[in-house]
């Protein structure tokens, strides 16, 4: 709803918060956002019964009336397959459980960056998530215990960057935050503060002038890796959100994870990197799918994958291709996987 004041916009939108507390959280609610009966929605009782049903209303609000199949909604809704048990599918793919419980809210793995599990909490529970089934509340512990992480990282000249994940960072308070960005600002060693956060995408009003009044820093960078996997994710909202970032001075980039029945066709993956570039934003990883318990529906194989992003390659400036990224547990770097280039077999390229 907006109302119209003397040509200016002004938007009546509920706060981000409260947008929050308004997700949806069954399969009722859900059915019902998106114009299907709830007995033709595949919701599975089961699949949710740890990971729990929620999406923002925003979000649904962009998914295909009608649509059981909505590659939106597929990302999003509990279904049976969910609770298939499948060989090489575990609870903790990259092996983070197994750490010391100290060093469970930081992740240092590669040079230079250190990454913190902000928060467990995020504004929707996506289906593939490699943490769903992940203790959050156990390693994220208070504020206070925050920014004593915070601090110890920002005296440590090992780093240079500073990643703010999770969960989803930007579940925080802007206060919250701008507590931590004081603390990295003021580091001799982090030149840079990076945030991963699938909020502006789902919620773009959590972009607020205060967020972006706590980023605005002159000496400390700010780049900020969304996550959205589908063009239609991108809506007149979300792309205003990404240009207040801009303006802002945030360096605004994207992830996506390579989902089959969701982005897996070039056709989907060309409208995504389009649709990012429209709106300001850049791809940068395209991510193999973490063998989670519970996602396996979500897989593409390798081959096709590389073959996808070879035909992709084909039809896209090499700046909004995004780097095929696998992470593989104890090795120093994301992985990046080759684009095949060579033409597919007739029957594979059918299915590209
Ligand atoms: C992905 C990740 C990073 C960042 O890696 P980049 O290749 O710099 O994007 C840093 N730390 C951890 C633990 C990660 O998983
Ligand atoms: S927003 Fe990111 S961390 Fe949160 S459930 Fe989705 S994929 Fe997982």
Known sequence: MSIQSGGLRLATAAPWQEQLRDAIRSPA???EAVGLAPAALPFDAAASADFPLLVPR???????????????????L?????TRTVEGYGPDPLQELSLPARDQGVLKKYHGRALLITTGACAVNCRYCFRRHFPY??????????LQRVSALAGDPTLKELILSGGDPLLLTDRQLAEIVDIADASEHLGTLRLHSRLPIVIPDRVTQTLLAALRRPALRSVMVLHCNHAREIDSATAAAIARLRDAGVL??????????VNDSVADLEALSLALFDAG???Y???MLDPVAGAAHFA???DRARHLLGALAGRLPGYLLPRLAVEVAGADSKRELAPAYTPAPKKAQDDL
């Open 58 to 76: 925003s979000f649904a609000a962009r998914m295909r009336r009608g649509d059981a199949d909505d590659p939106l909604l597929r990302q999003v």
């Open 137 to 146: 509340q156990e390693s994220t512990g208070s504020h206070r215990e925050r």
């Open 281 to 283: 934003a850049l791809p």
């Open 29 to 31: 609610a859900l059915a």
């Open 252 to 261: 605004v980039l994207n992830q996506s994870v390579l989902l089959a029945g």
């Open 300 to 302: 593409v194989e390798v």
């Open 285 to 287: 990883y395209l991510h």
């Open 78 to 82: 509990a279904s049976a397959a969910e």
